[in-house]
């Protein structure tokens, strides 16, 4: 019972150059192709087709499969050209950025040669306090998805078979098993799929469970291909360009808020597996014409290589430029890395899979992904060893922050120069400087994106400062934007006796607007669940004191301004009548670039991390209408700007203190210090 008919699919291969092309125009910002990362998508149903396929040649043919054989194809295959590039992008990253850069991105690719980069990414994916900033090597996720994809997928075939063959005789009876057991996981995956895209959307989007599917859609074409190639209909083409068609639908009406890998994932998956169905028997008009022209099959062959290259080129130059590429860069870019692609493609890929040394035993293949495994892996932990500690001028020392006469100095403290040696926090743990999340109680109430719980498991007392029995109930509420207000509050609890409750929750104020969250892709409905569960809780509490802050970052389109202005006005009308004071902190100054990683490249000029107060003040349409509409609701209005920027300048550096953590967040230690100036603008009781 034949399981292919062709050893060389050339529409595979152009299909191949399909995929790549969509994933790289997109990340070189080719604004056309918004939906363009389905070109993974196209990748994964193709690797489930191939690999499947050549299992089950084995087990049709011998009744098992060899273990050493397989593992060592895919170490030829795949480990030298994915080893030579993270090699190559750690030592550019050494030769180019700060020893903090170095080192984040030395640790990023120890996760990738351990075939784990999608569980890093799955961790920090949903985390609002972590630093968003993109890895060179993100674009590995996909390959890990693959790789744990070859560690499951033999065992599962080689179990089915084993099972159908003690009830079913016939082969094409264990044949029709691998085709229910494919399609059972792809169900199972799917399913899973749906329901992890509401509750925890990037491990939905990077981990092997919930992307399944797609490999599985793949494999279900393989199994089946004794039935599908006596459908005559497919050779004629129709069914490859009704694929395509689907392809380019998702990579041109989808994008960035495409709620992924979802139902919309069916689109280019099922595209991609007519296409592979189509040309299941003899050559087509869609690959006479189209996927198996020479260019197609060209990019098909360098399709790997390319995919591996293109990434950290664009991340690095929009590092070392500080800004956004231009699509002319990001196509310029694009064309260089394909030059890589080929070059190691003659130097490295196909030496190690073709070469008869390599090929001629399973045990030669399998020497060649430990040798290459092993040389990345002691390259990366010794420039990692190697890099220099993050350190300010040793020989500089700054004084710590003066409060006087109601006021911080920001002129007379802003360091312009060397960064200080005794920085407080110092640069490399300025990433983990958040405020502190555990509550008295031990539990987080600072709600994660994906929570609609005002703690951890919805019944923490969320007291983060003062004591229980404190003399006035205040309550933090709002974004984290308000979040990092909690250091200075607890400091003004401590001293005055406060019972200082903290309520926040990642990306979402108390306003009452409307949102569409970027991570999540959709209508952020947590978020408004959690507004109903903190107005009860203010209900219950009835606090002397209430303080609100919300980020506002660029500019939104269409009425957004007028809706967050009517939901700023009845929010805090609310809240003043539940009888507390309300205290509405303007959204601080920032950056719009991650400081501790700027002063980690300029040690010695502090200042040029500095920015103007105007850059700091995006969308102050909004700004504007958010102080108005407090004035009209009586509520008081704190300004902290002056505790940040003089007339022309807000330092990185004031005194010894590093004012900001990431890109937008003021860092915990200079929370605390000006904890005075903000206790000075509190209502008293």
């Given at each position: 019972?034949?399981?292919?008919?062709?050893?060389?699919?050339?529409?595979?291969?152009?299909?191949?150059?399909?995929?790549?092309?969509?994933?790289?125009?997109?990340?070189?910002?080719?604004?056309?192709?918004?939906?363009?990362?389905?070109?993974?998508?196209?990748?994964?149903?193709?690797?489930?087709?191939?690999?499947?396929?050549?299992?089950?040649?084995?087990?049709?043919?011998?009744?098992?499969?060899?273990?050493?054989?397989?593992?060592?194809?895919r170490a030829r295959r795949l480990l030298p050209v994915a080893c030579v590039v993270v090699m190559a992008t750690v030592a550019l990253y050494a030769l180019t950025t700060s020893a903090l850069q170095t080192r984040q991105i030395s640790v990023d690719a120890l996760w990738t040669l351990g075939f784990a980069m999608n569980l890093r990414l799955a961790i920090t994916g949903v985390d609002y306090q972590a630093d968003q900033d993109p890895s060179p090597f993100t674009h590995y996720w996909s390959l890990a998805v693959e790789e744990q994809f070859y560690l499951v997928v033999p065992l599962l075939l080689l179990g089915a078979y084993l099972l159908a063959a003690r009830v079913v005789r016939t082969e094409r009876g264990r044949r029709l098993a691998m085709v229910?057991?494919?399609?059972?996981?792809?169900?199972?995956?799917?399913?899973?799929?749906?329901?992890?895209?509401?509750?925890?959307?990037?491990?939905?989007?990077?981990?092997?469970?919930?992307?399944?599917?797609?490999?599985?859609?793949?494999?279900?074409?393989?199994?089946?291909?004794?039935?599908?190639?006596?459908?005559?209909?497919?050779?004629?083409?129709?069914?490859?360009?009704?694929?395509?068609?689907?392809?380019?639908?998702?990579?041109?009406?989808?994008?960035?808020?495409?709620?992924?890998?979802?139902?919309?994932?069916?689109?280019?998956?099922?595209?991609?597996?007519?296409?592979?169905?189509?040309?299941l028997g003899a050559p087509h008009v869609v690959q006479r014409f189209f996927l198996g022209l020479r260019p197609m099959q060209t990019l098909g062959r360098l399709s790997y290589g390319w995919y591996l290259w293109h990434w950290g080129p664009l991340v690095l130059c929009a590092t070392l430029l500080e800004r956004d590429l231009t699509p002319g860069e990001g196509l310029t870019l694009a064309g260089l890395t394909l030059v890589l692609a080929a070059l190691t493609s003659v130097l490295v890929e196909t030496p190690f899979r073709t070469g008869v040394t390599f090929a001629r035993s399973s045990g030669n293949g399998l020497l060649v992904g430990v040798f290459f495994l092993v040389i990345s892996v002691t390259a990366t932990l010794t420039v990692l060893r190697t890099s220099d500690a993050v350190t300010g001028d040793p020989g500089v020392r700054a004084d710590q922050v003066a409060i006087a006469d109601?006021?911080?100095?920001?002129?007379?403290?802003?360091?312009?120069?060397?960064?200080?040696?005794?920085?407080?926090?110092?640069?490399?743990?300025?990433?983990?400087?958040?405020?502190?999340?555990?509550?008295?109680?031990?539990?987080?109430?600072?709600?994660?994106?994906?929570?609609?719980?005002?703690?951890?498991?919805?019944?923490?007392?969320?007291?983060?400062?003062?004591?229980?029995?404190?003399?006035?109930?205040?309550?933090?509420?709002?974004?984290?934007?308000?979040?990092?207000?909690?250091?200075?509050?607890?400091?003004?609890?401590?001293?005055d006796d406060w019972r200082l409750i903290n309520l926040t929750k990642g990306a979402c104020p108390l306003y009452d607007v409307t949102l569409v969250n970027n991570q999540l892709g959709r209508d952020y409905t947590e978020c408004y669940a959690w507004r109903e569960k903190v107005w009860?809780?203010?209900?219950?509490?009835?606090?002397?004191?209430?303080?609100?802050?919300?980020?506002?970052?660029?500019?939104?389109?269409?009425?957004?301004?007028?809706?967050?202005?009517?939901?700023?006005?009845?929010?805090?009308?609310?809240?003043?009548?539940?009888?507390?004071?309300?205290?509405?902190?303007?959204?601080?100054?920032?950056?719009?670039?991650?400081?501790?990683?700027?002063?980690?490249?300029?040690?010695?000029?502090?200042?040029?991390?500095?920015?103007?107060?105007?850059?700091?003040?995006?969308?102050?349409?909004?700004?504007?209408?958010?102080?108005?509409?407090?004035?009209?609701?009586?509520?008081?209005?704190?300004?902290?700007?002056?505790?940040?920027?003089?007339?022309?300048?807000?330092?990185?550096?004031i005194g010894n203190t590093l004012v900001y953590r990431d890109n937008s967040h003021i860092s915990t230690v200079y929370s605390r210090q000006i904890a005075p100036l903000l206790g000075a603008q509190l209502p008293a009781p």
């Amino acid at each position: 019972m034949p399981t292919t008919t062709r050893r060389f699919r050339a529409d595979i291969e152009g299909l191949r150059a399909v995929a790549v092309l969509l994933v790289v125009l997109f990340h070189a910002g080719v604004t056309q192709l918004p939906g363009g990362f389905v070109g993974v998508d196209v990748f994964f149903v193709i690797s489930g087709y191939l690999i499947t396929g050549h299992l089950l040649d084995e087990l049709t043919r011998h009744g098992r499969i060899s273990f050493a054989r397989f593992y060592a194809r895919r170490a030829r295959r795949l480990l030298p050209v994915a080893c030579v590039v993270v090699m190559a992008t750690v030592a550019l990253y050494a030769l180019t950025t700060s020893a903090l850069q170095t080192r984040q991105i030395s640790v990023d690719a120890l996760w990738t040669l351990g075939f784990a980069m999608n569980l890093r990414l799955a961790i920090t994916g949903v985390d609002y306090q972590a630093d968003q900033d993109p890895s060179p090597f993100t674009h590995y996720w996909s390959l890990a998805v693959e790789e744990q994809f070859y560690l499951v997928v033999p065992l599962l075939l080689l179990g089915a078979y084993l099972l159908a063959a003690r009830v079913v005789r016939t082969e094409r009876g264990r044949r029709l098993a691998m085709v229910l057991a494919l399609t059972a996981v792809a169900a199972v995956s799917f399913t899973w799929t749906l329901g992890q895209m509401r509750t925890a959307p990037a491990q939905s989007y990077f981990l092997l469970p919930t992307r399944a599917w797609e490999l599985a859609v793949g494999g279900v074409v393989a199994a089946a291909t004794p039935w599908l190639v006596r459908l005559r209909w497919l050779s004629t083409g129709a069914l490859a360009l009704l694929g395509l068609a689907a392809i380019g639908a998702a990579a041109v009406l989808y994008s960035a808020s495409t709620g992924f890998p979802g139902a919309p994932a069916l689109l280019p998956v099922l595209g991609a597996a007519a296409v592979i169905a189509g040309g299941l028997g003899a050559p087509h008009v869609v690959q006479r014409f189209f996927l198996g022209l020479r260019p197609m099959q060209t990019l098909g062959r360098l399709s790997y290589g390319w995919y591996l290259w293109h990434w950290g080129p664009l991340v690095l130059c929009a590092t070392l430029l500080e800004r956004d590429l231009t699509p002319g860069e990001g196509l310029t870019l694009a064309g260089l890395t394909l030059v890589l692609a080929a070059l190691t493609s003659v130097l490295v890929e196909t030496p190690f899979r073709t070469g008869v040394t390599f090929a001629r035993s399973s045990g030669n293949g399998l020497l060649v992904g430990v040798f290459f495994l092993v040389i990345s892996v002691t390259a990366t932990l010794t420039v990692l060893r190697t890099s220099d500690a993050v350190t300010g001028d040793p020989g500089v020392r700054a004084d710590q922050v003066a409060i006087a006469d109601g006021a911080v100095d920001v002129s007379g403290f802003a360091v312009v120069g060397p960064v200080p040696g005794n920085l407080q926090p110092p640069l490399d743990r300025a990433g983990k400087d958040a405020p502190d999340l555990a509550a008295a109680d031990g539990q987080s109430c600072h709600a994660r994106i994906v929570s609609a719980e005002l703690s951890e498991d919805g019944t923490g007392s969320c007291v983060a400062g003062g004591t229980e029995a404190g003399s006035r109930t205040v309550m933090l509420v709002g974004d984290s934007h308000a979040h990092q207000w909690l250091p200075a509050l607890q400091e003004l609890a401590a001293a005055d006796d406060w019972r200082l409750i903290n309520l926040t929750k990642g990306a979402c104020p108390l306003y009452d607007v409307t949102l569409v969250n970027n991570q999540l892709g959709r209508d952020y409905t947590e978020c408004y669940a959690w507004r109903e569960k903190v107005w009860a809780r203010i209900d219950a509490e009835r606090p002397d004191l209430i303080v609100t802050s919300a980020a506002i970052f660029s500019e939104r389109e269409g009425d957004f301004t007028e809706r967050w202005s009517a939901g700023v006005h009845s929010t805090l009308t609310r809240l003043r009548a539940t009888g507390a004071d309300v205290v509405t902190i303007a959204d601080t100054p920032f950056p719009r670039r991650n400081i501790p990683k700027c002063l980690a490249g300029h040690l010695d000029d502090a200042g040029s991390c500095a920015f103007s107060p105007t850059t700091g003040q995006s969308d102050p349409a909004r700004r504007a209408a958010t102080t108005a509409d407090a004035v009209a609701a009586g509520v008081t209005v704190v300004d902290p700007t002056p505790w940040f920027c003089d007339a022309a300048r807000c330092p990185a550096v004031i005194g010894n203190t590093l004012v900001y953590r990431d890109n937008s967040h003021i860092s915990t230690v200079y929370s605390r210090q000006i904890a005075p100036l903000l206790g000075a603008q509190l209502p008293a009781p």
